[in-house]
């Protein structure tokens, strides 16, 4: 026989699949009018082999798949006798022990019962304990959905095991698939596991495994919950947490709550969360969160009704083109669309707090919608949409070092506060003046030093301001006039301070401070200099003793002027900035929004000032990775701007270019892109295209671009930015940043050769310019390192990146992006050494790091994160990987969004854990 | 060198060359990722003791894991990685058919260790070969469905996987799949006597 083309075969065997079977003749004939009618012979016999191939390939599939322990173990122990029991055959496997079936060996019961019996590996005494409590907490239970417990004891060999009622039947969707339940009886029987975990959930009892294995339905359509291994009792104490942990690990990624996930504490709407997704996999026969490939992501999962929809559209399809678990084709996305619609979102929303609180409110509302009546979960549908935009999504790490040069380069989170400082300063100066006539001539010189404008006549005001305290000593006219000693002391001190001389400024700082009756003292001199010594303290890392006299600044001043006025903004400003450094991000969160709120109802809001305000917010929301929430606030300051300013104001351009950041680390990169282009045109025709501000945002246009693995583009930009930047008067540092980048963008390209000749030059002016332990020659050094590890020379990636940790460390700080990734990449060494406990070790470090200063949830708290994952396979521990994947895999999609790159990298691991286990 | 290492090089080399380059390494990786999933599996057989035992899908998952391990994140290519584990899978599966075929007549040297954790059921070895000489015939006329067909039957993939590693949507591998399913065993009804 002559054989048709497999390629013309295939389509056309794939066209006929999609039609129903009696459609399939007619599309044959005209489909094959043209062609030989060998082909349509074909065509049918393998149409008709359809079914059969697919069950045999099926069945061919399994038996190669399905080899697992649970056989071996039914194998290895046939008809075991347990205490007064005898084991049938191995049924199931929990996460700590084995499920049998079993019958009593002297007839007394002549049921077949479930014989739950502890791992034999697993028999430590942790998992021990939470063996018996699940026993203990079953004991406790009487439901008529609720597996019944019949009997407990221990094996001769001292393991633990209990005996359940046996539940012959089938996990629900199983059940509902084979009876081909219609919407109506598959909700009615929904309503009983509602009913099951609402018993539970009045009993302080939260599940935390709910799934389909572990929902069955008996031979008599009776709903019965099993598997409390990791059932949890609310009302323990702390002193279970140990144990709590341990069934964290052991829950089931695809049913568990985000908040379950995360490590977070659990609550009833975790069940409810699982409970949501088993009844949107009933009326859909998928899980949630598995958006179609090409549909953007969505911070909620498909509604059920678009699937059920989309799929009645390519109706007919083999049986084994349908998704497995599918529910009976008899439910119609009509039935679904709305009410069921949104009780199944609101069930599965991320946020424990807006979903139901407990599975008895999801059962009211099901019930009102089978009576027509109108659901609760509705009303809040859009306000929450709308509120939850501000928290979608957020960036991976290797963006954010590139582009902070944009927000230094823009606004700095303290500019407004600065120029506040700047005022107080020169109206204590004019003070000191006019009080102190004697001293004019001191304090003119004094009040003329501009810092920014000393730079390199330095030595001579520090000469003077020598002299001048020299002077203080010896003059008897100030000696004798402690306000006036104070004043000037004062003065001299924050002009020390100014000048980075701490050790001098902190001399006549606490002296003047002292002399107006210590740091405790009400009047609003002693206030100023305790405001200037917190101020000092800030800067010589003091946090603690500069918060608590910035505090009580700040209490005094708004006891006495009103929180609103500018000397209690500063106070509470300068406080903030303590804060800060401490790392104490939520509170100056919090005062940022403080002094938002006063600037705008004082200022109004389109007021430079507060439109300040809202960038200083947004920037340190920025900073902290909350970048939905800058990018707000980002829009919201440049639409007030944009009323008052041309588009091509350098405040508007910093502030477009900020917002494209922000755009940038959420992935909204054409968002970004095309915005970052509108400012550099406008920067252009402004500055000029030689200007540094052009050719910053050329260089993160370049970022943007490379983040898209749009290398080629990059490259061009890149070289553009370096072109000018090469010519720009000063130090060069941007010329090298840019270049270092550009050195990244080659290595993440693979173009290896370029990216080494790039670093090593870069990496020699760096050195040479700014001296080895500068951040930026620091940053090059640990992007060479990275290149050597992929280049395969562990060896010199070693040696490179271990120079680099220390004095990283000591200038950028234990939680800065660069510094973790120069740990990461030793972690990556380490693994490639197979030196899985350190690599261990040190990812865990960059995940403690990064989560204390960034939050759990920052792209880079997630990547090293990740990292650790790997370093946990490297050590054999598949399970914590596992659970560490599924974290930072949920938290990727939720910043990130489904399709992008560093979720598919989370989810791939995440899969290949899964089915290794 | 390792065999890891090796292996790692020897994927990267893949990436770089074409034509006689690429099939001169396909040449020496395959034995390697061969050994590489038998030793794993006995591993995995001699560690058993209460946790559940890797079927083949596992294998090749926790072979990659391993795999990248020690390479580095992302330095190992998956995609092409899985193709390659997945025809070494078809041949540790075919080999061990064989031998419980001869097994089965009576004769056979000694047994391959792996007979316990990774053979189709025991009844099937005949089956299993004749699939694996169709395989062979439709790889000679559309070389992409007997990668399709490797990928999911042997590599335990599933469509999205498969569809990432031959570089192709779900949708094709859909297709292909369905076509190359029926091709089969029609052959293999053919073949029947």
């Known amino acids: 026989m002559i054989q048709a083309s497999l390629e013309r075969l295939e389509e056309l065997l794939a066209e006929a699949l999609e039609r129903r079977p009696e459609d ?79 019958e009593r060996v002297d007839g007394t019961y002549d049921q077949e019962v479930a014989l739950k019996l502890l791992h034999r590996d697993m028999d430590t005494p942790k998992l021990r304990a939470r063996f018996l409590a699940e026993r203990q907490l079953l004991a406790g239970l009487s439901h008529p959905n609720i597996a019944r417990l019949l009997d ?98 052991l829950m089931t990624p695809e049913y568990a709550a985000p908040e379950q996930l995360a490590g977070m504490p659990v609550t009833t709407a975790t069940d409810v969360y699982a409970l949501g997704v088993v009844l949107y996999e009933l009326l859909t026969g998928r899980r949630p969160g598995l958006p179609d490939r090409g549909t953007t992501a969505r911070d909620l999962p498909t509604r059920p009704s678009s699937i059920l929809r989309t799929r009645r559209k390519s109706t007919n399809k083999a049986p084994s083109a349908q998704p497995s678990g599918g529910p009976s084709s008899d439910i119609a996305w ?33 019930e009102r919608h089978l009576q027509g009546l109108p659901v609760r979960a509705r009303k809040s549908t859009l306000g929450y949409r709308i509120g939850k935009f501000a928290r979608r999504h957020r960036r991976g790490l290797a963006a954010m070092t590139g582009v902070l040069a944009l927000i230094t380069a823009g606004f700095a989170r303290e500019r407004g506060l600065r120029t506040e400082a700047q005022q107080a300063r020169t109206e204590a100066q004019q003070q000191a003046a006019k009080a102190l006539a004697v001293l004019d001539f001191l304090s003119e010189l004094l009040s003329s030093i501009d810092p920014a404008k000393a730079q390199g006549k330095e030595v001579t005001v520090a000469t003077v301001l020598d002299q001048a305290a020299g002077k203080i000593a010896k003059s008897a006219q100030i000696r004798d006039q402690p306000a006036v000693e104070a004043a000037v002391r004062l003065t001299i001190g924050k002009t020390y301070t100014a000048l980075g001389k701490y050790a001098e400024a902190r001399e006549h700082l606490e002296r003047a401070a002292e002399l107006r009756g210590g740091v405790d003292a009400r009047d609003s001199d002693a206030l100023a200099a305790a405001a200037s010594l917190g101020d000092l303290y800030l800067r010589l890392g003091r946090y603690d003793e500069a918060e608590r006299i910035l505090h009580r600044v700040l209490v005094v001043r708004t006891e006495i002027l009103g929180e609103d006025h500018p000397l209690s903004l500063q106070a509470m400003n300068q406080l903030a900035d303590v804060l800060w450094a401490a ?71 910093a502030l477009s270019s900020n917002l494209a950041a922000a755009y940038l680390e ?132 070693e040696a490179l990146i271990v120079q680099i940790l220390e004095p990283q460390r000591g200038v950028r700080g234990e ?24 690599a261990l070790k040190l990812s865990e470090g960059a995940v403690a790091a990064a989560s204390r200063g960034l939050g759990a949830n920052h792209p880079l708290a997630l990547t090293a994160a990740l990292e650790q994952a790997r370093a946990l396979v490297g050590q054999q521990e598949h399970r914590a990987a596992r659970d560490l994947a599924a974290r930072v895999y949920a938290g990727r999609a939720k910043l990130l969004g489904d399709q992008h790159p560093d979720t598919v990298e989370a989810r791939n691991l995440l899969g290949d854990l899964e089915r290794a286990l | 060198m390792d065999d890891v290492g090796e292996i790692t090089r020897l994927l990267a080399r893949l990436d770089e060359e074409r034509g006689a380059g690429e099939s001169a390494a396909l040449k020496q990786l395959m034995p390697l990722v061969y050994g590489e ?52 899978m078809r041949s540790i599966l075919i080999d061990n058919a064989r031998w419980q075929r001869r097994q089965k007549r009576g004769g056979g040297s000694t047994p391959l260790e792996l007979k316990e954790s990774m053979s189709v059921s025991a009844q099937r070895p005949e089956e299993l070969l004749a699939l694996d000489e169709a395989l062979d015939r439709l790889d000679q006329r559309e070389p992409r469905l007997a990668r399709i067909v490797e990928c999911r039957c042997f590599g335990g993939l599933n469509v999205d996987e498969t ?12 297709r292909g799949w369905s076509l190359a399913r029926a091709w089969l065993y029609r052959e293999l009804q053919a073949a029947q006597p």
């Open chain 1, 583 to 653: 790392g104490r991000h939520d509170e100056v969160e919090a005062i940022d929004r403080k002094t938002l709120d006063v600037r705008r109802r004082l200022l109004g809001e389109d007021h430079p000032d507060t439109i300040k305000s809202l960038n200083g917010l947004a920037v340190s929301l920025f900073i902290r990775g909350r970048y939905g929430e800058a990018a707000t606030l980002f829009e919201q300051a440049r639409a007030f701007l944009r009323r008052q300013e041309s588009d091509s104001h350098p405040y508007t351009l």
């Open chain 1, 152 to 249: 407990g004891g221990v094996t001769d060999e001292g393991r633990p095991y209990f005996v359940m009622e046996h539940v012959a039947g089938l996990p629900i969707t199983h059940y509902c698939r084979q009876n081909r339940l219609a919407t109506e009886q598959i909700l009615r029987l929904f309503l009983a596991v509602i009913d099951a975990v609402s018993y539970l959930h009045r009993n302080l009892v939260v599940h935390r495994d709910l799934k389909p294995s572990n929902i069955f339905v008996d031979q008599s359509g009776q709903v019965k919950l099993l598997d409390f291994g990791i059932a949890k009792l609310l009302a323990d104490g702390p002193m279970e947490v140990g144990v709590t942990r341990t069934g964290e690990r």
């Open chain 1, 666 to 797: 959420m992935g909204r990169y054409r968002e970004a892109e095309s915005l970052e282009r509108e400012v550099i045109h406008d920067s252009a025709r402004v500055l000029g295209e030689a200007h540094d501000g052009t050719a910053l945002a050329v260089h993160n246009l370049g970022v943007i671009l490379a983040q898209q693995a749009r290398y080629t583009e990059a490259e061009e930009q890149l070289r553009r930015a370096i072109a000018v930047r090469e010519r720009l008067a000063g130090d060069k540092r941007g010329f090298f940043f840019s270049r270092s980048y550009l050195a990244d963008v080659y290595r993440d390209w693979g173009r290896h050769a370029k990216a080494e000749a790039l670093y090593l030059s870069t990496l020699k002016q760096q050195r040479q310019n700014f001296g080895k332990e500068d951040p930026e020659t620091l940053k090059t050094a640990s992007g060479l390192a990275e290149l050597r590890l992929r280049q395969g020379d562990r060896r010199a990636a």
């Open chain 1, 334 to 366: 009509r039935q679904v669309a709305g009410d069921l619609d949104t009780i199944c979102l609101m069930a599965l929303r991320p946020e424990p707090e807006s979903r139901y609180p407990s599975a008895e409110q999801l059962g009211q509302d099901i």
């Open chain 2, 163 to 174: 569809a990432e590693v031959l570089a192709v949507s779900p949708a094709t591998v859909k």
């Open chain 2, 37 to 88: 999933l038998k030793k794993l599996a006995r591993a995995n057989r001699h560690r058993w003791s209460g946790q559940p035992a890797p079927g083949t899908t596992s294998l090749v998952h926790e072979a990659y894991l391993k795999l990248a391990g020690q390479a580095g994140a992302g330095i190992v290519n998956r995609s092409r990685f899985f193709c390659v584990a997945s025809k070494a």
């Open chain 1, 815 to 838: 939680e800065h992006p660069d510094y973790l990734q120069s740990l990461m990449t030793l972690a990556r060494i380490r693994r490639a050494q197979r030196r899985y406990a350190d």
């Open chain 1, 24 to 102: 399939r003749g007619p599309f044959l004939d005209s489909a094959c009018s043209g062609d030989d009618p060998a082909l349509r012979r074909e065509l049918e016999e393998l149409l008709g082999l359809h079914d059969r191939a697919a069950e045999f390939f099926g069945q061919l599939e399994s038996d190669i798949v399905a080899t697992s322990g649970l056989e071996l173990e039914s194998a290895a122990h046939p008809r075991m006798r347990i205490g007064p029991y005898r084991t049938i055959e191995a049924i199931g496997h929990g996460g700590m022990g084995v499920v049998f079936r079993a």
